[in-house]
């Protein structure tokens, strides 16, 4: 009773120092007023969180392609760089989006067009250019020379299993979720996924025959 009389006390003085606003009001005031910022530094921060967890959970320093056709060893980046390329990928992914779920509201009415409109178009470019960019931060000097090479043996594997998850975030986020909020939800979604997309990425490679 004590706790939930101290909690009803500090939510009436928030809402008496927000000018009668309630906590959630005051905390959507930043979301409302500076959408595209806000994404920006949500997908920053929540890239970085996806990124270190993946490095977290990663139990060995070499991962090896599948396909045999890579044997060369690359150095990886530090964990503090390779980290603070995640958060730049999270952010640049943050700001964009606001704007691209702007012109498909604008461009198609209906909901299905629209799903599928963006899984159809932005997954396989997201997905590649995040395995071009994972290389340009990797080396930037031999980079241009092993993207072709990564796409080829990761781009498709990353699209199939983007397929289901993906649709199944922007079904809820195109149906249910209103346009000021959907950047935020992808950019949590995202989180998850950064996980996996940076444990794939970041796998050690090298170059056979």
């Not at 890579?70 to 964990?79: A, C, K, N, Q, Y």
């Not at 702007?102 to 963006?118: G, I, K, Q, S």
Request: aromatic content about 12%.
């Amino acid at each position: 009773m004590a706790t939930a009389a101290g909690t009803s006390a500090v939510a009436t003085a928030l809402t008496a120092l927000g000018g009668g606003r309630s906590l959630a009001q005051i905390l959507a005031e930043p979301l409302h007023r500076r959408p595209q910022l806000w994404s920006f530094i949500v997908g920053g921060v929540l890239g970085a969180v996806g990124d270190t967890t993946a490095q977290l959970m990663a139990k060995e320093d070499k991962y090896h392609l599948n396909q045999g056709h890579l044997e060369e060893r690359l150095s990886h980046p530090s964990s503090s760089t390779r980290t603070s390329s995640m958060a730049l990928w999270g952010a640049s992914l943050g700001f964009g989006f606001p704007f691209w779920y702007a012109y498909l509201d604008r461009t198609f009415r209906n909901v299905t067009t629209r799903l599928l409109v963006h899984q159809g178009f932005m997954s396989p470019i997201c997905n590649c250019a995040f395995l071009a960019y994972v290389e340009l931060v990797r080396d930037p000097a031999t980079a241009f020379s092993r993207i072709p090479q990564r796409i080829e043996a990761d781009g498709l594997y990353l699209t199939c299993r983007a397929l289901p998850f993906w649709l199944t975030v922007n079904a809820v986020n195109f149906r249910l979720i209103p346009p000021v909020y959907r950047s935020t939800l992808m950019s949590s979604a995202g989180c998850a996924w950064t996980v996996f997309m940076s444990f794939i990425a970041h796998r050690e490679v090298t170059k056979t025959g």
